[in-house]
């Protein structure tokens, strides 16, 4: 004869996954830094400290009689450098300018570039 008693169950612990990452936490980013910049013709030659990615043209000019230049175009040479491409030539004495939070620019983390001003040489 077959009784209708219900299966013996454990009770349900509900655990909170300790391999995620809490809202509250902040994901943890790396920042790259500029280490050199240099003339190469109507190039500006950007030498980075990690590895970086580039999505576009960075909005980075260089003074030049105070007036400003944007690049044209963007191209990355290695994996920690950038070369910028400009419609005038920079020459040595002019003032390089990295901004903070330019997208173009990011770490392999998602950090951005610390902000930088170079004379350029």
């Known amino acids: 004869m077959a009784t209708n008693k219900p ?3 454990r009770t349900i612990v509900h655990r909170q996954n300790r391999r995620q990452i ?4 902040p994901p943890l980013v790396a920042y790259a830094s500029v280490t050199a ?3 190469a ?8 400290d ?3 990615m580039l999505n576009g043209i960075p909005v980075w000019p ?3 009689t105070s007036v400003d230049h944007l ?5 990355q040479t290695a994996d920690t450098q950038v070369t910028l491409t400009y419609a005038v030539a920079p020459v040595s004495t002019d003032v390089f300018t990295v901004f903070a939070g330019d997208a173009a620019v990011r770490t392999r983390s998602g950090g951005f570039v610390n902000p930088t001003v170079i004379i350029l040489a």
Do not use: K
């Open 7 to 9: 299966a013996l169950r």
């Open 22 to 25: 809490e809202r509250s936490q």
């Open 37 to 39: 910049a240099t003339i």
């Open 41 to 48: 013709g109507s190039n500006i030659v950007v030498d980075f």
């Open 50 to 52: 990690q590895l970086v």
């Open 62 to 64: 260089y003074a030049h």
């Open 71 to 75: 690049p044209t175009a963007a191209l």
